[in-house]
């Protein structure tokens, strides 16, 4: 199973990436959306989480770079995906559709 890559908007101010943000839609249903924001007084990147299920996160995670906070927005698709697939899976294995 191929993922396809995440496509990023940085907003940059001073050479510092300062918001990036990253949506998705599913096959039209299932919308994901990731908001990474820059800290300036702890120098950390907050990644938020929006979706439905494991997706949401109702606390932030701090990173200490944007790539590292692109990585597990990542991660988190690439799992979603896999849960997905996993389901549909079933269902075409016991003709559920």
């Known amino acids: 199973m191929q993922?396809?890559?995440?496509?990023?908007r940085d907003h940059?101010?001073?050479d510092v990436i300062v918001c990036s943000t990253c949506e998705l839609s599913i096959c039209g249903v299932i919308k994901i959306?990731?908001?990474i924001?820059?800290?300036p007084k702890e120098n950390k990147y907050y990644l938020y989480s929006f979706g439905k299920?494991?997706?949401r996160r109702l606390e932030p995670e701090k990173y200490d770079s944007?790539?590292?906070?692109?990585?597990?927005a990542y991660r988190i698709y690439s799992n979603e995906i896999a849960r997905i697939k996993k389901a549909i899976?079933?269902?075409?294995?016991?003709?559920?559709?």
């Open 53 to 55: 299920g494991s997706i």
């Open 3 to 8: 993922f396809k890559e995440l496509v990023w």
């Open 12 to 14: 940059i101010s001073d």
């Open 89 to 97: 899976d079933f269902l075409v294995e016991n003709d559920c559709y």
């Open 37 to 39: 924001n820059h800290e």
């Open 33 to 35: 959306e990731f908001r």
């Open 66 to 72: 944007v790539e590292l906070a692109k990585n597990v």
